[in-house]
């Protein structure tokens, strides 16, 4: 199966994301910390990560994942659930890039990881 490289922004950390798998599963698959209070059933939103560029390779959001983000902090446009979004395609730049927003990664910290 085709791995595409994702890196984080601001820590440069990257993992591998392979077709169909979820930036949540690869990055604890791969120790890249990235908070998940539900466990990945859409029903919270500590994953939030915003994606860079090209959004399209990834699956769309359902109506769950949309309505947990409204009650997110800081979402834009390029906001996703790191546990729902799942990589479709290969981008055209062969890479994708990503940002956990900052009190994501200190909700992560304060955890004890
Ligand atoms: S881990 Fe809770 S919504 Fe993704």
């Known amino acids: 199966m085709s791995k595409v490289p994702c890196t984080v922004r601001g820590g440069g ?3 591998s994301l392979a077709i169909g798998e979820s ?9 890249v910390p990235l ?5 990945g059933v ?8 915003k994606i860079h560029g090209d ?22 446009l390029d906001s996703r659930l790191g546990c729902q979004a799942k990589l ?13 927003p900052i009190w994501n990664v200190n909700a ?5 990881h």
Do not use: K, W, Y
């Not at 908070?35 to 466990?39: F, I, P, Q, W």
């Not at 859409?42 to 990560?49: D, E, M, Y």
């Not at 959004?55 to 834009?76: H, I, K, M, V, Y």
């Open 55 to 76: 959004r399209s390779c990834f699956n769309e959001p359902s109506e769950d994942e949309l309505d947990q983000l409204d009650e997110a902090r800081g979402t834009g």
């Open 13 to 15: 950390r990257t993992f």
């Open 88 to 100: 479709l395609r290969a981008p055209a730049t062969g890479a994708v890039e990503i940002t956990i």
């Open 23 to 31: 930036i949540l599963h690869a990055a604890m698959a791969q120790g």
């Open 108 to 112: 992560v910290r304060e955890g004890g």
């Open 42 to 49: 859409c029903a919270c939103s500590t994953c939030h990560v």
């Open 35 to 39: 908070d998940h209070a539900c466990g």
